[in-house]
């Protein structure tokens, strides 16, 4: 198997994800602002929380189907949310992205500083030409932020979604390979942590959070 990419910027570790992590998963994935804008409910208790990050993290990772990194804090080491690619098509060459921040580390420029090393991995190691995000309507900090990385608004897929008796609207942006070294590398974002949704649960966590 290939060895995990742990990935390094300035403040940030993006790193594996197991099974030990569960009552940060537990915990993260709870906050009801995470739960709302990404369309699941949270795990019910610490074996569910367990079994998501099996199915939704390592086992993704495993099967070739996509990557979800832990992103902890240099300075602490501690966990502060998650982030990665889930509906990777190699043949393709895309992937749909999806992230989450925990509430006390929002509006500092994180999830930006993470999703730029993110990127370059996607469009270089993954060698990605497409990369796409799914977004709650509702979540203009996280609508803003992929704008500032490049990414272009290419409509709003109605009715895309049900969660709770309701059904929700998702605005699909994207951001290809040529378009990316004249873009998001330069820009900074110190904005509200976004949610953004990962949908397919068969192909990896549906959870994205951008910096919200």
């Known amino acids: 198997m290939t060895a995990f990419p742990v990935l390094e910027t300035e403040r940030l570790f993006l790193q594996e994800l197991t099974l030990d992590d569960a009552p940060f998963y537990l ?42 990194w832990g992103i902890a804090l240099k300075s602490t080491g501690g966990l502060i949310g998650t982030c990665g690619y889930y509906m990777w098509e190699q043949a393709a060459r895309k992937a749909r992205i999806g992230y989450d921040l925990a509430r006390d580390h929002r509006r500092k ?24 995000v799914l977004i709650d309507p509702r979540n203009e900090a996280s609508l803003r932020l992929v704008e500032k990385l490049g990414f272009t608004r290419e409509g709003l897929l109605r009715e895309s979604t049900f969660f709770r008796g309701r059904f929700l609207d998702d605005v699909c942006c994207s951001l290809l390979r040529r378009e990316w070294g004249r873009s998001g590398r330069d820009g900074s974002s110190g904005l509200r942590a976004a949610t953004v949704r990962s949908r397919a649960r068969d192909d990896g966590r549906p959870r994205t959070c951008d910096p919200r």
């Open 27 to 68: 915990t993260h994935f709870s906050d009801p602002d995470i739960v709302e804008l990404t369309g699941f409910d949270a795990p019910k208790d610490l074996e569910a929380a367990k079994g998501e990050l099996l199915e939704y993290c390592i086992d993704l990772f495993r099967g070739g189907r996509g990557i979800r």
């Open 109 to 132: 420029g994180i999830m930006s500083e993470a999703l730029r090393a993110m990127i370059d991995h996607g469009f270089a190691a993954m060698e990605l030409n497409r990369i796409e």
